[in-house]
């Protein structure tokens, strides 16, 4: 097997974002490095089927992977916590900082492997790879509110639900600045444009809403997303993912009350939404010289890859188990 290239961008003089390439992929799953005197960290580490690919970016940022000391983790979906245990064998002295709720899926990831197993089948290996339960004694659950000195940086937990249940961000107060995980959205290198990741089981939107404001309060400089890359006009941002994320629901709700499919659901997001993603492309100042043609191929592209991270398919599904579980009631209207 070739040896994997890494992806190294160094964001600030103290942070790189790592490039996962996941399903080579450029720009959809990153992880962020932090350096500094209180020890080497990540803040999220992607899919265990990405190990060697982070392994080899966080190499090209200048670092070895021994070096680093703490595995900072937003949610333990796959996406974001998958590799954790893949990663401890070359990062001996690492500690993992999750939240309480998630901390015994990394110890004991089998109920996560079962219930995701349920929704790719035969593609699982192929997606995830394998995940590595994690050892519990390099496991540190965090609460809302706790507080992490990593690099040279002090992070402080925000329990930020409505994603999932076992999410928080991490605010670093004295530099403005925020590692969102998925609460802040999707949201891709060069387009001004913010989609909510909506997957099932947790989805809550009041919860998901009241967690976006928590962020705006805080009036960040600076959201870091793994998904993808730094945003760096945080309110509108936020605002315009609150206002998409309550109008999914909408549109989607009286096609649920009619017992539309989840495939066509999907087809419904898409056919309403997918303009949107090329008309912010369309926005945007491209490479000089670009011809009408090479637009258009870029907004394809775009639109392909926002499918990529985010899929309809699983946000919708996620609105279906959000009504049925959380909001009986407007189904019945």
């Not at 066509?264 to 997918?274: G, I, N, Q, T, V």
């Not at 392909?304 to 946000?315: I, T």
Request: aromatic share 6%; charged share 25%.
């Amino acid at each position: 097997m070739a040896e994997r290239q890494g992806v190294a961008a160094q964001l600030d003089a103290d942070i790189w974002v790592l490039d996962t390439l996941w399903q080579d992929e450029p720009g959809v799953i990153a992880s962020y490095l932090l350096d500094g005197p209180d020890g080497v960290a990540l803040v999220d580490v992607g899919s265990g089927a990405t190990v060697e690919q982070l392994l080899a970016s966080i190499r090209a940022s200048g670092h070895q992977p021994e070096e680093i000391r703490h595995l900072v983790i937003t949610h333990v979906h796959l996406d974001h916590a998958g590799a954790t245990g893949g990663l401890l064998p070359y990062m001996p002295q690492a500690r993992v900082y999750v939240h309480s709720i998630g901390a015994p899926h990394l110890i004991d990831p089998s109920k996560l492997i079962k219930s995701a197993s349920r929704i790719y089948g035969d593609a699982m290996e192929r997606l995830w790879g394998t995940m590595v339960p994690v050892p519990a004694d390099r496991v540190t659950s965090l609460e809302d509110g706790d507080e992490l000195r990593v690099g040279s940086r002090t992070l402080r937990a925000l329990y930020t639900p409505g994603h999932a249940v076992h999410h928080v961000a991490y605010h670093d107060e004295a530099n403005g600045l925020i590692f969102s995980g998925d609460v802040a959205g999707v949201r891709l290198e060069g387009v001004r444009y913010v989609r909510p990741p909506t997957p099932p089981p947790d989805l809550d939107l009041d919860l998901w809403a009241a967690s976006i404001d928590r962020l705006a309060a805080l009036q960040p400089r600076r959201l870091c997303l793994p998904h993808y890359g730094p945003v760096d006009d945080a309110q509108p941002h936020l605002d315009a993912l609150k206002a998409r994320l309550y109008a999914w629901g909408e549109l989607l709700l009286p096609d649920i009350r009619a017992g539309k499919s989840d495939a066509e659901l999907a087809d419904d997001l898409a056919r309403a939404y997918d303009p949107d993603v090329a008309q912010a492309i369309a926005a945007e100042l491209g490479p000089a010289g670009e011809t009408p043609s090479q637009r258009a191929e870029r907004q394809a592209q775009m639109v392909r890859r926002y499918e990529v991270v985010a899929n309809y398919l699983m946000s919708a599904q996620g609105y279906v188990r959000y009504y049925t579980r959380l909001r009986p009631e407007r189904l019945a209207q």
